[in-house]
């Protein structure tokens, strides 16, 4: 049976987040033996969902499996199923759609190889147990959304000497209040993770102009910056999983 994976992301302009989820999708076409894999997005910029889905059946694919490429659930991804279902139900196309990325435990081992990369590109030999944790999310007005955010600080939290979390926008502490509670610790080593799929607009400026600002009178040396979630092999299991739960279901 020919089998397609379709990602659905919420959308960006930038180069970089189209081509982490070129990169992406032929990761999971491999591991996961689709005949096609590709991605569309919700808004923003093409392509967007309808010519992601009209691509799938250019293909001539049998069955198309659809994954709403987002880390948390909220009204951006409500509305990427919505979207999704009413086109593939219009086209006749045997479908399923897979839940999002969330509440899943390769993402708590996916933010400890991100502070470990920190340490060691900095030198840090301080122990875990040493060093104080901030991650930092987008924030949502969706209570679902925090929830789900937050799981991955709890989750972590015994590993760390402190973990703390902030947002971008939409929800508090903001990015100044989370390092400033943070810093009001003393920590030995502070390590700031953004919680984030793409290295995207928020990445690139929005997240690095806010925490700037919050350090600009701090003058201090021991906060260091971790990188995105990006491409990850461990994503792409998860990809795999949530699909192959959905197509078991159809007997696919």
Known sequence: MKKALLLIDRGSKEQDVKEELHDICSMAKEKGHYYFSD????E???PYIEEGINSCVKQGVEFLTIMPYFL???MKLKL???QSK???LELGLNFAVTECLNYHNAFIDIVKDRINEVKRRENIDYTDKECDIL???HGSSDNDARNAFVFIADSIRQAYRNVGFCFLELDSPNIEEGIR?????NPRALVLVPYFLHRGA???RDVREEVDKALKECNNSTVYMARHLGVDSKIIDVVIERAKEVEKKFGV
């Open 202 to 204: 928020h990445i690139k």
């Open 181 to 185: 509670q943070s810093l009001n610790k």
């Open 39 to 42: 991605y569309a997005f919700l």
């Open 72 to 74: 948390y659930p909220g």
């Open 44 to 46: 923003v910029t093409p």
């Open 80 to 82: 990427a199923v919505e």
């Open 86 to 88: 009413k086109i593939a």
């Open 135 to 137: 991650l930092i999310g």
